[in-house]
Structure formats: structure tokens, C-alpha cells
């Protein structure tokens, strides 16, 4: 038995990178998973390639600023797997620039999906959770972001930081249906994401990759370690399975010691 043995777990932009480990190592615990994806060809392939039954796993199309697409994508989940359990809110863009240079459309559609992804998922999933009489788990992809800042980041450092503000309201409003809301905040973690920023910083700061790489991104790290994507799935199926509220309202920080709480 896996410690989330027949749960129904919807992971957002669980096509690549952090997601799709997370719903890798949930369907190893014996979770049903939801791939939600904005790419549902991604999704779909995703699913049958973690399970080729399709008992246990579905590709879900969901752009998560879209109230709509998420409301039928949850019902959709809800209505194969018998409910939802846990939902990892993960879906995520970065988009790197000086504040004064900062397009403000650039602005408003990285808070969309950071934050607004964020709302709606939950606002979906909650109402499955509360009504099914189980409690739940809702876990948000943070970062140490959520704690600390960067140059060139405003709206991700913000929308990271406004994470763990919903999940304080999310502990609260759901311990009484027992939801736990938590917030995992890993550090760098080399995910295409992550890779795509290495070019641009270097350009933005006038200095090489490698520089990057060791000066900026694993610095202030005990071990000078990217964070790995089975660093922060480990901890999610550990939010995810936590038995009782003990640790509802609580960010976890996954960076091989840059932020220390």
C-alpha cells in the first residue's frame, strides 16, 4: 500500500518538469493523477506512458486562467476517478526583466497563472473536497521566491509570495472539511524553465552561464546543488499523505539550504 493509496490527485502542468515527477511518484504511491496540462497532446501522451490502461491516469486539456476549462476539467476528473483528493497547483511561467522595462501585459499574464491558476484550481477542487466528507490536501508550487527576491523578477516574486497568503486562507477556511493547504518552495530546480533563464540572465547581467549558475542561481546554497525534481515530488507526497492538520499553513522550503527558516 503507498501512502496515497486510491487517491485522486490533480496536478497541474504535469506534462514536463516538476509536475510530471510529482504525478510520476503519486501514481507510485497508488494515487489516480489528473495530468492537467495547457498542451493536451503533452498530457495525453504523458498519461499513457505512466499508465497504459488509462485506470489510473488521464490527460486533462486545462488552461488555468480559464474558469471555464478548469470547472470542466475537474468535473471531468471527479467523474472517472470518484472525487478529488489532492490537487497540486503547478502550473507556472517565468519571464525575466527590469521593472522599468517590465511589460505590463507581461506582468498580468504571469499573475494569471501563478495566481489566478491558482484560485481556480482551488475554488474547482475545494468543492469536491469539502463535499465528499474525506478532507483533501491542496499543495502550491512556491518557491524561495516566496521568501526571498531576485532582480528581474517582479511579478514572479510577487505572485510566489501572494502563494503562501492563499494558503494561509485555504488552511483556514478548510480545516473544518479537513483540507490542508501547504506551500512547497523549492530552490533552483534544472527544469526547462530553469534552463531558458540561464542565456537570459547571462545577457541581462553581462556574464557568462557558468557565472550564473555559481554565482546567482546556487550561491548562497550549503552544497552548491541544484534542487531535483525528486527532491520536491518526495515532498509533495509527503504534504500530500501528512495525516492530520498538524502542518496545514506551512511552506516548505526544498533548496539545499539557500533559505533558511
Known amino acids: 500500500m503507498g501512502q496515497l493509496q486510491d487517491k485522486v490527485a490533480v496536478v497541474t502542468g504535469a506534462a514536463s518538469g516538476i509536475g510530471k515527477d510529482i504525478a510520476n511518484l503519486f501514481l507510485a504511491e497508488g494515487a489516480k493523477v489528473a495530468i492537467a496540462d495547457l498542451n493536451i497532446d503533452a498530457a495525453n501522451a504523458t498519461a499513457l506512458e505512466f499508465d497504459p490502461t488509462g485506470t489510473r491516469a488521464m490527460g486533462v486539456a486545462m488552461n488555468v486562467t480559464d474558469e471555464a476549462q478548469v470547472n470542466a476539467g475537474v468535473e471531468a476528473v471527479a467523474a472517472k476517478f470518484g472525487g478529488i483528493d489532492i490537487l497540486v497547483s503547478n502550473a507556472g511561467i ?53 521568501k526571498e527576491a531576485s532582480k ?51 545577457k541581462a547581467f553581462g556574464i557568462s552561464e557558468e557565472a550564473v549558475i555559481k554565482t546567482v542561481m546556487l550561491k ?27 502542518l496545514t499553513g506551512q511552506s516548505i522550503v526544498v533548496s539545499h539550504g539557500w533559505y533558511m527558516q
Open 94 to 146: 517565468q519571464i525575466v526583466a527590469p521593472i522599468v522595462d517590465f511589460a505590463f501585459d507581461d506582468w498580468k499574464k504571469l499573475l494569471a497563472i501563478h495566481l489566478d491558476g491558482a484560485f481556480l484550481t482551488t475554488k474547482a477542487c475545494l468543492k469536491h473536497m469539502y463535499a465528499q466528507g474525506r478532507g483533501g490536501s491542496v499543495i502550491y508550487m512556491g518557491s524561495v521566491h516566496s
Open 152 to 202: 528581474l523578477k517582479a511579478p514572479y516574486v510577487t505572485a510566489k509570495h501572494g502563494l503562501i497568503g492563499l494558503c494561509k486562507v485555504v488552511a483556514k477556511e478548510g480545516a473544518e472539511f479537513g483540507v490542508r493547504a501547504n506551500v512547497i518552495c523549492p530552490g533552483f530546480v534544472r527544469t526547462p524553465l530553469v534552463e531558458k533563464q540561464i542565456p537570459e540572465q547571462a
Open 220 to 246: 548562497d546554497t550549503v552544497d552548491g546543488e541544484f534542487t531535483t525534481v525528486d527532491d520536491v515530488a518526495r515532498t509533495a507526497v509527503f504534504l500530500a499523505g501528512f495525516p492530520t492538520n498538524a
